[in-house]
Every structure is written in structure tokens, then in C-alpha cells.
């Protein structure tokens, strides 16, 4: 057997490590733990890779979201500490939204930014002045019901207006209400609490300003639930 023979029969090493790289349906599996890296030369590719993955998200990225490109010991709270404090200085930075991170400009130059015109990237729809008042009122008071959001603004909350802010991927159905005929409710979505820049709903601003400016009442709405309550008990003792 020749030499040129034994090698065309035995698998090259680049083949046997391709081959290795693979899982069974054939997808090149992904090296997290990076194990042949020198540990701050590891530390600095999760950090990279964390940073890229919320660069170019659409939406705020999850902590289970991150662990899938860094090591399974590593922690991504640290992680997020240092890629913070590297972008100090920078016009844009790392922060915690809706449950995860996400890139924003830094709001120091948020003039720049509108007087460049410029498209960006995650723009809210363009909501009405009255749509974006009912928005804050389901933000507060949900799980809400279209005729409860009606009583506090003291007219008729129309299902185009529920309409538009579904379309925005703003609120959502939440569950139905246990007053007579079971109406649904709405509620907000993570995207409210990315468009609006927030963690969590407790980063809603306080609702008694809102009160004594006139713009909200819990009131009304406290008073419209009770009375449907009564008219739910009457209508069970009736039947």
C-alpha cells in the first residue's frame, strides 16, 4: 500500500474535528465555555459576545437568552458590571429593561438625536394624545375593563382606541373580568415596559401626582368596580 493510499483512506484531523463539532442533526454545536482560553481572555469573549447579542436584539435581552453564549459558571450579572463600566463616557449604554438588557442612547444627547432626523431603531408607534392617556390608565389600574377605563375618563373608551394600542403590541387581554357578562381586561405588555424604558411596572411614575393634576382617578374606577360588583350580586340573588 502506498503512502498517497494510507492517507486518502485515514480521516483527516480536520475532518474528525468537524465531525465532533457537529450534533446529531448535523447543527455545528457552539463553544461556550471556551475552556482553551486563559481566564481573562475567556471573561473578555463572554463579554463580547454578551455585548453583540443585545446590540443587535430587537427587544431587551433575557438573562436565559445570554446564558446560551457564555460559559455555564459564568455570571452574567458581573458580566453586565463590566460592560457597563467600559461603556462609561460612551453616548449609549447598557440598561435593565422589561426583564432583560438592551442598548440605549444615553438621554443627554436625545437632542442630537432628533435634530439628525435620522430613523432609529425600536420607535414607538405614534399614539393620540388620548391614546396615550388611556395607555397610562391601563399601565395603573390593570387588569382593567374597557367600560371601567370609560368611567374614569367619563366618556365611552371606543374599541378603536383598544384597537390601536393592541396593534402597538402595547396591552394585551388579560383575564376576564368576574363581573356580569365577563368582560375582558387588558393589560400592558413587556413592550410597554421597553418602549417606556422600564423594568418593571414599579417604575411607573407616582400615581398621586397623576391624581392631583387631574389626569387619572382611582376613584372612579374603584367606584365603577364595586358597582358592578352590587349589580352581579343582585342579578345571582334575582335568578
Known sequence: MTMAGTAENRPSRRRKANAADRKAGGERLFDRELDQFPPDLRWREWMLRVEAVIFAAAE???????????????????????????????????VPVAGGWQHRSRPAYADAIRASAAPTRGGMAALSEFESTVLMAIGYFQPITRAELSKIFGKEVSRDTIGSLRDAALIASGPRSPTPGAPYTYVTTRHFLSAFGMETLRDLPDIEALEDAGLLSRAAVQEEAMAAQVEGSESVITA
Open 60 to 94: 431587551p435581552v433575557t438573562r436565559e437568552t445570554l446564558a446560551r453564549v457564555v460559559g455555564k459558571d459564568c455570571s452574567i450579572d458581573l458580566l453586565i458590571d463590566d460592560l457597563r463600566e467600559e461603556l462609561t463616557g460612551r453616548p449609549y449604554e447598557i
